[in-house]
């Protein structure tokens, strides 16, 4: 055994200790919270519960506010799913554009992208403008806030991957016919999935967890998000730690679930999207 294969050891149990005590111990936090009565939680302290209320905090939860969180969970799907969805499309069609054409322009949009991960979101001059196109406190306003601070970020994702790809395959399928839609969706999207579901996972995780742009353009008890419940749900039960926690539990598993089953294709897209840029 190398002494190189015998200094990673330490470093790996050190790893996982830091796992554990950045994200394991807060989740377990959260659960041992959520089991327990109103008054054990108050005290917010890392202890075992005394009775286990795990089903009555649960049918409080979902029952609070006229079934707030049902529509939350709801409308948190329907931004998800239509947010992502396009994300996905419109940045891969993009970074192929951007990527095969290299001249002055695409220089200057890159520019421009890269600025959009630099700059803090205007969050008063988007109310304008969405306010100008009537889409303010609507959920395709919202939509198109979320496609709008995503696709920097996915632009260039796609732009690192497809650089690996060789250009020859697009002159063979020019010659054999294809024009540029035949040969964006029939060519180079399929090669695009480990990077596709890169931006899927992480764009879903992201718009999920998002608690801000909700709250500005989407304002409403019947516009609500998972991430707003927990808002409105404290300013609700100050002291009901045990509801409290509950929602959080409820509202974090799904996004976790989705995480560890497609943790594997993220790694490998950000990866070959690395190495092939």
Avoid: H
Avoid at 113 to 136: D, E, R, Y
Wanted: aromatic share 12%; glycine share 6%.
């Amino acid at each position: 055994m190398s002494t190189r294969t015998k200094a990673s050891y330490p470093l790996s149990g050190l790893a996982i200790v830091v796992f554990g005590v950045v994200f394991l111990l807060p989740f377990a936090f959260i659960l041992l919270t959520a089991g327990k009565t109103q008054q054990e939680s108050a005290a917010l302290d890392f202890s075992w519960p005394t009775r286990w209320a795990l089903v009555e905090n649960f049918t409080a939860v979902i029952e609070a506010r006229d079934y707030l969180l049902i529509i939350a969970f709801i409308n948190s799907t329907i931004l998800t799913v239509a947010s992502v969805s396009a994300v996905a499309v419109l940045a891969a069609m993009a970074g192929f554009v951007l990527q095969r054409r290299q001249n002055r322009w695409t220089r200057a949009v890159n520019l421009i992208i890269l600025s959009g991960l630099v700059l803090p979101p205007a969050v008063v001059p988007t109310i304008w403008v969405l306010q100008k196109l009537g889409l303010f406190k609507t959920m395709p306003g919202l939509i198109l806030v979320e496609i709008a601070y995503a696709m920097a970020f996915c632009v260039l994702l796609f732009q690192a991957f497809i650089a690996g790809i060789p250009k020859e395959m697009d002159e063979a399928a020019t010659i054999d016919g294809a024009g540029p839609l035949s040969l964006f969706f029939r060519v180079v999207l399929p090669l695009l999935r480990p990077i596709i579901v890169t931006v899927v996972v992480v764009q879903t995780v992201f718009i999920w967890n998002d608690f801000a742009s909700p709250l500005y353009f989407l304002p409403g008890d019947e516009n609500a998000t998972v991430q707003l419940t927990l808002f409105n749900f404290q300013g609700q039960y100050t002291n009901s730690y045990n509801l409290l926690f509950m929602d959080i539990l409820l509202i974090t598993v799904p996004p976790l679930v989705m995480f560890m089953i497609f943790q594997r294709q993220i790694v490998s897209g950000m990866t070959a999207g690395s190495v092939k840029g």
